[in-house]
């Protein structure tokens, strides 16, 4: 299996609703990263897990709680968001932590937050 | 700090063609290259990617890319096109111990049948 899965593909939440995005592997990689994407912009960092301990969080909203329940899985939950929070978020993965090792990606969950 | 350049936000070319995407790089020490491609709606997947060794670097879909450290530039090229390979290409670095891969702003890529 050398696939990311992300489910849902696409989401429409409330501003005042909660929400989790679902990640994962079963490549064995110990390191995970959520990316957000605007229209026409490229991805963007927002989290990094690495042997399911948090080791970056780019100054992200608290509105938005990552979690890694174990090596294979990983979610974005979502929570009062505003509407400039719409986008594509993507998961990925990598062997380890690292940026030498290029990332695996998901196809990506459609956020539109009205 | 890190920072990728593209200078083409979008290249046409024929169906058949040649081509060749542009990457500048600036990063002080031995970057990690990588070049993505993006269909619409979709993830990203790795065509490619650069971090020692041969300057000339072969990926999947008949791709390669050439790292030229002296010109800071990791430029792609395909020697005959496909309509299938429509879609948006990004650039992006790394480095040894970095957790951040630092991608370009893209190249859109448009096939003429």
């Known amino acids: 299996d050398t696939e990311v899965t992300q489910t849902p593909k696409h989401l429409v939440m409330g501003m005042t609703n909660k929400k989790s995005l679902k990640c994962e592997q079963h490549?064995?990689?110990?390191?995970m990263y959520w990316y957000k994407q605007k229209a026409k912009k490229p991805p963007e960092l927002m989290f990094v897990?690495?042997?399911?301990?948090?080791?970056i969080n780019e100054s992200v909203p608290s509105r938005f709680s990552p979690e890694c329940p174990n090596s294979s899985l990983l979610n974005l939950h979502l929570h009062a968001l505003q509407p400039e929070d719409s986008a594509l978020y993507l998961c990925?993965?990598?062997?380890?932590?690292?940026?030498?090792?290029?990332?695996?990606f998901g196809s990506g969950t459609r956020l539109t937050v009205v | 700090a890190q920072s990728v350049t593209q200078p083409d936000i979008h290249i046409t070319v024929s169906e058949g063609a040649s081509l060749e995407l542009r990457c500048n790089y600036s990063y002080g020490a031995t970057p990690y290259l990588f070049w993505y491609v993006q269909s619409p709606g979709q993830g990203l997947q790795l065509l490619l990617k650069y971090f020692s060794g041969d300057t000339l670097v072969q990926g999947i879909k008949g791709f390669e890319a050439e790292f030229k450290r002296s010109q800071s530039s990791f430029n792609l090229r395909k020697p005959s096109v496909h309509w299938s390979d429509a879609a948006e290409y990004f650039c992006?670095?790394?480095?040894?111990?970095?957790?951040?891969?630092?991608f370009g702003k893209g190249t859109r890529l448009h096939i003429l049948p």
């Open positions: 897990y690495s042997y399911e301990k948090l080791s």
């Open positions: 990925a993965s990598s062997p380890h932590r690292g940026a030498n090792y290029g990332y695996t």
């Open positions: 992006a670095v790394g480095a040894l111990r970095d957790d951040k891969i630092i």
């Open positions: 490549m064995g990689h110990r390191a």
